[in-house]
């Protein structure tokens, strides 16, 4: 090479890094998926604002009585179970815990009553899975421990009408809209290049119906139990082979009530 090509190339020129199109792929995928989580938990937010709002905001009907009734206040345990669609876990199920708080207005009571509820439900579950992957070209599998931590949270309003028989005995049935926000975190124990990190966020819209009877125990306090439904778009599916729950259905209820 020439001494005057030489001095054509800057000296200080700095080196460039090699950056591959998977890693290029790999940090626009970070990206955004930041992004998504962070639209929807403003979304999340946004929206349960505007719900408590209209629910806080909801007076007394016209023929409402002037008399002020008593609010029924409950303290709630929800179980159900959640399936995991994937040929590969060991587990297929998911049974989940919802602890929550709901309050029942009535407009009228008496032998029949109604009026408008609202509450919320959260769960907050940890499990570990094992998944069955095979191993590459020599045709074998590995199993793999899968770590999940899910978090669900839904806010829920209706209206309900009851019946009160006698003193002690309550049966009453509610329905509404609901929000709920989901994440779900799954970490593998061991790393094959193929199984990794993944965390996923979701918020939808979805109704519930349920119905459920009261025993009283004391004057302004009871127990009682019942079942929940619910249907919603909120599901979450895995791009590394570890699943897909999809979060509906039913849920068996237990309370403690307390009139206020």
Request: with cysteine.
């Given at each position: 090479m020439s001494d005057s090509y030489r001095n054509m190339i800057p000296k200080n020129q700095p080196r460039r890094s090699r950056v591959t199109v998977k890693d290029a792929h790999i940090l626009k995928n970070i990206?955004?998926?930041?992004?998504?989580?962070k639209m929807?938990?403003?979304?999340?937010?946004?929206?349960?604002?505007?719900?408590?709002?209209?629910?806080?905001?909801?007076?007394?009907?016209a023929f409402c009585?002037?008399?002020?009734?008593?609010?029924?206040?409950?303290?709630?345990?929800s179980l159900m179970e959640l399936d995991e669609d994937s040929p590969d876990l060991d587990k297929e199920t998911y049974d989940v815990t919802f602890y929550g708080a709901a309050a029942q207005k009535p407009f009228q009571k008496d032998v029949f009553e109604y009026g408008i509820e609202t509450g919320a439900n959260v769960c907050m579950e940890n499990d570990?899975?094992?998944?069955?992957?095979?191993?590459?070209?020599?045709?074998?599998?590995?199993?793999?421990?899968i770590d999940n931590q899910l978090f669900l949270f839904d806010?829920?309003?209706?209206?309900?009408?009851?019946?009160?028989?006698?003193?002690?005995?309550?049966?009453?049935?509610?329905?509404?809209?609901?929000?709920?926000?989901?994440?779900w975190e799954h970490e593998p124990d061991e790393n094959d290049?193929?199984?990794?990190?993944?965390?996923?966020?979701?918020?939808?819209a979805g109704l519930y119906g349920r119905a459920g009877i009261e025993v009283a125990i004391i004057e302004q306090m009871s127990i009682g139990g019942g079942i929940r439904?619910?249907?919603?778009?909120?599901?979450?599916?895995?791009?590394?082979?570890?699943?897909?729950?999809?979060?509906?259905?039913?849920?068996?209820?237990?309370n403690l009530s307390f009139k206020i």
């Open positions: 990206q955004a998926a930041t992004n998504s989580r929807d938990t403003m979304r999340f937010f946004i929206q349960l604002l505007a719900l408590i709002a209209i629910i806080a905001g909801t007076g007394y009907p009585e002037d008399e002020e009734l008593p609010m029924n206040c409950q303290v709630m345990v570990t899975n094992v998944l069955s992957s095979s191993a590459g070209s020599s045709g074998g599998t590995i199993r793999v421990e806010y829920f309003g209706g209206g309900y009408v009851a019946v009160n028989f006698a003193k002690r005995l309550r049966l009453y049935a509610g329905a509404g809209p609901l929000l709920i926000y989901g994440r290049g193929e199984i990794y990190d993944e965390t996923e966020s979701r918020l939808s439904a619910i249907t919603t778009g909120l599901d979450f599916s895995s791009d590394n082979s570890a699943g897909e729950i999809k979060v509906e259905g039913p849920q068996v209820f237990f």
